[in-house]
């Protein structure tokens, strides 16, 4: 791919790591054997997942294998040990993180949810939360409806049955989703919750951000929820959502950036949905890599988890940053960062951390 040359070809290291590889590979924790690592889950940072990857992979030797079968589906596979990593838009609840050895929670990049829809001869629709609530709640059902016209008056809007699309399968897209209605929409809030999956009481079901899109596209008088990148990438419009200082926000890297300017707790979980920040997009999330504090098992080597720890260390660096606004997300702020290291330490292998001092070959 043209692109990832041009990438690399940046990297100031390049040439030193190249050399490195090939006399048996080179890991950020030490020289060392070339490695496969797996992972599975949220496909909402698929796209930027797969840049990374295949930098890493050019870069450092070791082989990067991610599945995008949804954040729940993920979390189990990490849960049943058949995985290095899970990928999760949602992260653990109190809960979960009891029914499971300890984790850390890694952010990785920041997004936005989008409302895509597709209406013939409508480029700019403006929708808000109470709104969105009552059209997947399925109070609002047609196009034309007072509510919608209201907030539309320069669009002409069809007298057409509303279909919302909805994710099938257990997802950290939905989970972001439903936690906005639920702070936007008391009786969202009351009748359906939030979680990675969520009983919509009407419309159509797709498995994946993917498979949300497609049938976005494919369908008239459609309206879904999807990760940004998938509606810019198949062109598909999106809605303008008022935040909640009434400004109506698109997402963009500023706009993403500005809903995380609040604290940020040091485990990192926290959500950033409808933000009373300044030009916030008001769904606006972070999307975490998990993985288990102690590292030694499934017959895990040390070797193996040296190279996990590269490539959470390499998603961290600027290197890995800068590519986020090229595929339509927000990097890291600085304090996420700075927690995400500090917490990579506390890995352990055999109840001995890896990774005691700050340093390396990807700390740019």
């Known amino acids: 791919m043209k692109r990832m040359k041009k990438a690399l070809s940046s990297l100031t290291l390049l040439a030193l790591a190249a050399i490195l590889v090939s006399c048996g590979g080179n890991g950020i924790t030490g020289n060392r054997k070339a490695q496969s690592i797996s992972g599975a889950g949220a496909t909402f940072p698929l796209p930027f997942y797969n840049v990374v990857f295949e930098l890493f992979s050019d870069l450092n030797g070791d082989a990067v294998a991610y599945g995008g079968i949804g954040s729940g589906s993920g979390v189990r596979n990490l849960r049943d040990q058949v995985v290095d990593f899970a990928g999760s838009d949602a992260f653990l609840s109190d809960k979960e993180m009891q029914e499971m050895d300890d984790v850390i929670h890694i952010p990785t990049c920041m997004g936005a949810v989008v409302l895509a829809y597709n209406l013939d001869g409508v480029e700019n629709l403006r929708l808000t939360g109470t709104v969105i609530a009552d059209i997947f709640a399925g109070k609002i059902t047609q ?49 359906y919750g939030a979680g990675k999956s969520v009983n919509f009481p009407t419309g159509q079901a797709a498995k994946g951000n993917p498979g949300v899109a497609a049938i976005v596209s494919q369908t008239k008088n459609t309206i879904g ?11 598909i419009p999106y809605a303008t959502i ?33 933000s009373d920040a300044k030009g916030a997009y008001p769904i606006s999330t972070f999307t975490w890599i998990i993985i288990y504090k102690e590292q030694n098992y499934a017959k895990r080597s040390k070797e193996q988890v040296l190279a996990l720890l590269d490539l959470l260390k390499f998603m961290l660096s600027e290197d890995a940053q800068s590519h986020a606004t090229e595929v339509h997300y927000a990097p890291l702020p600085a304090r996420a960062i700075e927690l995400s290291k500090e917490n990579l330490r506390t890995v352990t292998y055999n109840s001995v951390p890896i990774l005691p001092t700050v340093g390396g070959l990807y700390e740019r």
């Open 143 to 191: 196009w034309d409806d007072p509510q919608l016209v209201a907030l539309n008056p320069s669009v002409v809007l069809p007298s057409e049955p509303i279909i919302p699309v909805f994710r099938s399968d257990g997802s950290g897209t939905t989970y972001v989703f439903t936690d906005y209605l639920t702070k936007v929409s008391s009786n969202w809030a009351a009748q």
């Open 225 to 235: 929820y999807i990760g940004s990148e998938f509606a810019f990438a198949q062109k």
């Open 242 to 274: 008022a935040n909640a200082r009434g400004e109506f926000i698109e997402p963009s890297p500023t706009s993403i950036s500005a809903a995380a300017s609040g604290d940020i707790p040091s485990d990192t979980r926290v959500s950033i949905t409808n």
